[in-house]
């Protein structure tokens, strides 16, 4: 059965510091990776991840991606209290179906 | 701007009404979603349809079922609405084919009672 594994499920750190959000997947026919941003409403697109090893980058965030190992992590350095949310991470398959991770929740304290 | 309008940003509905969750978008997407989103077990596809009058089921359509007979609209009904039922609602439109993005709606956190 295809899975999308985020973690950690929860993380809570003082602003300024740097965070690095893992999603691990197991899917039979990988299409591409995807990364949202949930706030207190709807997710917002972050980034699209087809290729190995291709860093994607906005601003203070950055995400990339390793086919061998099946996984990808988004990172965000410098964070602000404006980047609590929830992050969510998908993969998109053959059939262009969603399988989406569990999320994970991100506290920033000022 | 690209927008998916949910009707209700809050339901509280009792055991057994049937409930209508509304969705509209304005980008002309074949494609629509809905999901639920349920603390730690992330979204799960309900319904989703890539043409009007077509639908298909998700992960989880038992006692749910979807009505798209516009392009721009997606319903999702509850019949009889369960207590099990009570979730947060996310409706999504999305371009489809290789550079498939969704946008979403700002969701509709229903409470059965």
């Known amino acids: 059965e295809d899975k999308v594994v985020q973690s950690p499920l929860s993380l809570v750190v003082h602003e300024g510091d740097t965070v690095t959000l893992n999603c691990s997947y197991e899917?039979?026919?990988?299409?591409?990776l995807l990364w949202y941003k949930q706030e207190k409403k709807a997710p917002t697109f972050l980034f699209m991840l087809t290729s190995s090893g291709i860093e994607k980058k906005s601003g203070r965030l950055s995400s990339i991606l390793d086919k061998k190992e099946l996984f990808s992590i988004l990172n965000i350095t410098a964070t602000q209290t404006g980047d609590s949310a929830i992050y969510l991470c998908?993969?998109?398959?053959?059939?262009?179906?969603?399988?989406w991770g569990a999320g994970t929740k991100l506290i920033i304290k000022p | 701007d690209v927008k998916v309008t949910q009707s209700s940003r809050y339901l509280v509905k009792r055991t057994g009404e049937k409930v209508f969750l509304e969705c509209v978008q304005d980008m002309d997407h074949e494609n629509m979603f809905w999901y639920r989103q349920d603390p730690g077990l992330g979204l799960r596809l309900i319904y989703f349809?890539?043409?009007?009058?077509?639908?298909e089921k998700g992960d989880i359509p038992e006692g749910y079922s979807v009505s798209r007979e516009k392009k721009e609209r997606f319903s999702l009904i509850l019949e009889s609405a369960s207590t099990n039922q009570t979730s947060m609602y996310l409706c999504?439109?999305?371009?489809?084919?290789?550079?498939?993005?969704?946008?979403f709606g700002s969701g509709t956190q229903l409470s059965v009672l």
């Open positions: 999504a439109s999305g371009t489809g084919g290789v550079d498939e993005k969704l946008f």
């Open positions: 349809s890539y043409d009007v009058k077509m639908k």
């Open positions: 998908a993969v998109v398959d053959s059939n262009y179906q969603l399988i």
């Open positions: 899917v039979t026919n990988f299409r591409s």
